[in-house]
């Protein structure tokens, strides 16, 4: 295993509230996303949760790639978005579309506060003799 893996945590996100809650809208906006940074889609999920007293549902949005996956959960009465972008570098280096992706969704919420966090996985190690 080899990869890039770019999380975030968004806060204070001043998107249109239908980014945070409608389900098949983000799950449309992702894929566009995915596309648009090279990437290859091959399942996608969306999924929309009830609202509470607290405030209306979000919804949690995940999509298989071939080179690993995206997910992300929006808690609408937070303002707030987890974001998880991880992508294999093993038959070829994916990490600028990584990045594209990555940003293209966090300028997608306007978030307010950013804390991004970067993790190198893996090592390529040569096969076994």
């Known amino acids: 295993m080899h ?15 239908r980014w945070m809650t409608d389900a098949p809208l983000l799950l449309a906006a992702v894929t566009r996303a995915v596309a ?13 949760f ?8 979000g919804v949690t949005c995940a999509v298989l790639l071939a080179e690993s996956h ?25 990490s600028a579309a990584a990045r594209a992706l990555h940003a293209a969704l966090v300028t997608l919420f306007v978030p307010g506060r950013v804390t991004p966090h970067t993790l190198q996985r893996g090592s390529i190690a040569a096969p076994p003799a």
């Open 3 to 17: 990869g890039l893996h770019l999380t975030a945590d968004l806060h204070d996100c001043q998107c249109d509230p």
């Open 36 to 48: 648009a940074a090279g990437l290859t889609p091959v399942g996608q999920l969306a999924h929309p």
């Open 50 to 57: 009830a609202a509470t007293p607290a405030g209306p549902g």
């Open 70 to 94: 995206l997910c992300l959960h929006t808690w609408p009465e937070q303002g707030s978005v987890a974001l998880d972008v991880y992508v294999c570098n093993f038959s070829a280096d994916h």
